[in-house]
């Protein structure tokens, strides 16, 4: 089946809206998805990624616009739609009762497959994503991270054209993580494309070759990480201080000799600051060259410094005002047990 359209979109929207009550979850967005690619939809919770995913995979109806995915209509060729995506949700949708085998044994029956061919691509997926020692073990003695490998495993028995992500790190490990962007990679490599919502910053960094940045149902800007990035500053001074008690009053002078947003990092003795680009005809080696003069002035040392492109966290609060620790704050009081160093299956 081939995945390219005549447009060369997998996913197009316009003008797509959701509500519930008084509620615009989705509030008329357009996308253009590349097929066999990875596009990020970033944005802190509640913004309308799950509602959009949802609309795409037909499972919510939407309330207004249109959404195509390789040129069917996800209302009046639903059927046709499904026969090409597959999602994977926030939570695992295996039955944690039966082991990894049997979980892929059961799917590959339920889509077609011959009891002998769904225990022959039980194992080769098995095999393919670490899982094979663990495949005998009911899943719910398994890490965090491996549920969110056995969960993708299960979507791509039938591999699909379109393989919905949605947030499918939220309370991994580090390590688990890494796990799980490496599958992302080896999928899209197949040829999949890949639509992968996520909260996390350094995720859609790693992965999406574009990405969309959604806020209260909304997207506030599209584009490669380069072109969102060169749109809010021409670059960042990042700094550590010697004394956390002087950091308020290097924030005050990094304002006065920038003219400029300041941010104080989690670290306390984290400074980022952001230069403009239109900061006369200086260019930001001079803008922070003139703020380091004005610190040493003032007698305030410097540990470390640095000068570099915007991060995607610099470029999410310059777009909505806030960051994305907020939200992440919040969530993660609701999902407090991680799988932080269960990296072994339960005895």
Do not use: C
């Not at 970033?42 to 799950?50: E, S, V």
């Not at 996800?74 to 949700?89: C, N, P």
């Amino acid at each position: 089946m081939s995945t390219q359209t005549t447009s060369g979109l997998a996913i197009e929207t316009a003008g797509l809206v959701k509500t519930f009550g008084e509620t615009r979850a989705v509030d008329g967005v357009d996308l253009a998805v590349p097929a066999g690619t990875v596009y990020g939809v970033l944005g802190p919770n509640g913004a309308g990624k799950t509602t959009t995913v949802k609309m795409l995979a037909t499972l919510l109806r939407p309330d207004g616009g249109e959404a195509h995915v390789f040129g069917h209509d996800v209302v009046r060729e639903a059927d046709e739609v499904r026969g090409r995506v597959s999602l994977t949700g926030q939570y695992a949708s295996v039955d944690e009762d039966l082991t990894g085998t049997e979980n892929l044994v059961l799917l590959g029956r339920l889509l077609g497959h011959g009891k002998q061919a769904a225990r022959e691509r039980s194992a080769q997926l098995l095999e393919a994503f670490g899982l094979t020692d663990a495949a005998g073990k009911q899943v719910k003695n398994y890490s965090g991270g491996m549920r969110r490998r056995i969960d993708i495993a299960a979507s791509i028995l039938n591999t699909p054209d379109l393989l919905f992500l949605d947030e499918p790190t939220t309370g991994l490990d580090p390590r688990s993580r890494n796990q799980v962007w490496d599958i992302v990679r080896a999928v899209v490599s197949q040829g999949t494309t890949v639509l992968l919502t996520t909260q996390y910053l350094d995720e859609a960094d790693q992965l999406a070759s574009r990405i969309a940045v959604i806020d209260q149902g909304k997207v506030i800007a599209e584009g490669t990480k380069g072109e969102l990035k060169a749109s809010v500053g021409a670059g960042s001074v990042h700094l550590r201080l010697r004394d956390p008690a002087q950091r308020p009053l290097a924030a005050e002078l990094l304002v006065r000799a920038l003219d400029a947003h300041v941010q104080q990092e989690h670290d306390p003795v984290a400074l980022t600051a952001r230069l403009s680009a239109a900061a006369g005809d200086d260019s930001a080696a001079e803008q922070a060259a003139r703020a380091l003069n004005e610190l040493a002035r003032a007698g305030i040392t410097v540990d470390n410094f640095s000068l570099g492109q915007p991060s995607l966290d610099e470029v999410f609060l310059a777009l909505t005002g806030h960051d994305t620790h907020e939200s992440r704050d919040a969530d993660d009081k609701t999902n407090s047990k991680t799988d932080d160093e269960k990296d072994e299956v339960s005895a």
